[in-house]
């Protein structure tokens, strides 16, 4: 891991999507770490998602990525407060 590590948090729904693309994560933890990513992965629902980019914004973390599912939807919905 490189000193000064972006630190990263990695949302998705496990239970959305294609789940043999799950699998690939690991590639893209070390194509990330490569580049300075420390990253942190978080498993969660559509319910959840809202209150975890919260969180993550106020603690100020440099990146956060999501994946899974209607994913655009789900982000439209909660940036929306619907």
Known sequence: MKQNAKQTLFIYNPQSGKRKRHRQFPLLWDKLSNRGYKIELKAT??????????????EKWNAIFIAGGDIFGSLFSRANGS
């Open 45 to 58: 629902d559509q319910m959840e998602i809202e209150t975890i980019i919260r969180k993550a914004c106020t």
